[in-house]
């Protein structure tokens, strides 16, 4: 389902939450002068932070899967209006770690959150505050404290839920932590996007543009090709195969001997590493029908970041137990 009615947004406050709109919470600060700086998405894995990174960009920028713990990587989009550049930073989820990937790729998310200027702390409608939100919640209010980082609470997902489960979920969210703001939004549907662009943008810094204006992310081709891969692959494969994926661009070069007046091709090699002979049997599939599919899906999103026609050679390899491993964890670049 879909709101109704756009859901106020809640204030964190001690006393639980109080009503006010998302205009309001960047109150004062909005002004007539330009602001520009970095914000960072944390929360569990799955909470949508990769989709309202997209919603909030306009573009796609980073790869969403119903699977967690897609994101490997900080990623960067950047949302560019009259009055302000929001450059969003989408995390990997935090997680207490059983590899030393998962080690690797916290580390990552709390280095990133020591360089931003503002942190969208997201937690879905659908699923109750649980001890994973209040473990993020932690190390927050240890930014918080250190840096005075604000921190603006995103329940996301607001789609999926009635009315008032939304508003329980509000009140919960608002008494986990001392908030700037506490905002619904839905990613997929559209919902209050523009409310969390306003709340996040009107706290950062006056500064010029960082960014050209048609810039939507500064990640290099061969990471979003990467990821582009990653995302087909991911589509419909079991629960355990996901965390063992690994994705390789090894070169992106122009096709040679292609006739005058011929539209220019790349030639695209990409490795997909998995942990065992089992998983790569899944990623092939019968008679390599799973990997020519993934192959047909990627390029689709291949072809429209790159602007030209495009060769996919997908090869599957095994790096056995690779996310243990630390000289295997630096090869594949974590």
């Not at 590899?99 to 503002?118: A, F, S």
């Not at 489960?165 to 703001?181: M, N």
């Not at 999103?301 to 630096?330: C, M, N, S, Y």
């Amino acid at each position: 389902m879909t709101d109704p009615d756009p859901i106020p947004t809640a204030k964190g406050t001690s006393g639980g939450a109080t009503e006010g709109t998302a205009q309001e919470a960047a109150a004062g600060t909005a002004g007539a002068a330009y602001r520009a700086g970095f914000a960072c998405l944390v929360g569990r894995p799955n909470a949508g932070k990769s989709t309202l990174t997209n919603a909030l960009v306009g573009h796609k920028v980073a790869i969403t899967s119903a699977k967690p713990q897609t994101t490997r990587h900080a990623v960067r989009g950047i949302s560019t209006t009259a009055e302000s550049q929001l450059v969003l930073v989408d995390t990997p989820g935090l997680h207490r770690p059983r590899t030393l990937l998962g080690e690797r790729l916290n580390d990552l998310v709390r280095e990133t959150l020591l360089g931003v200027d503002v942190v969208g702390f997201c937690l879905p409608a659908d699923q109750r505050v649980g001890p994973g939100d209040q473990f993020i919640a932690a190390e927050l209010a240890e930014l918080q404290r250190a840096r005075r980082t604000p921190v603006v609470a995103i329940v996301t997902k607001t789609d999926l839920v009635p009315r008032d489960r939304l508003v329980a979920q509000l009140v919960a969210v608002d008494a986990l932590g001392d908030w700037t703001a506490v905002v619904p939004c839905s990613a997929t549907g559209g919902s209050q996007v523009d409310d969390v662009r306003a709340v996040l943008a009107g706290l950062l810094p006056l500064s010029p543009p960082l960014y050209p204006e048609q810039t939507h992310t500064d990640e290099p081709d061969e990471v979003m090709v990467a990821e582009l891969v990653r995302e087909a692959a991911l589509d419909g494969v079991r629960d355990e195969l996901p965390h063992s994926l690994a994705v390789v661009v090894e070169e992106i070069v122009p096709r040679e001997g292609r006739r005058e007046g011929a539209a220019p091709m790349l030639d695209v090699r990409v490795s997909i590493y998995v942990e065992r002979d089992s998983q790569k049997a899944i990623v092939i599939g019968k008679g390599g029908a799973r990997l020519r599919a993934v192959g047909a899906t990627a390029r689709t999103g291949i072809e429209a970041l790159l602007g030209v026609k495009v060769f996919l050679d997908l090869h599957v390899k095994v790096a056995k137990d690779w996310q243990r491993d630390p000289k295997a964890l630096t090869r594949l670049g974590f």
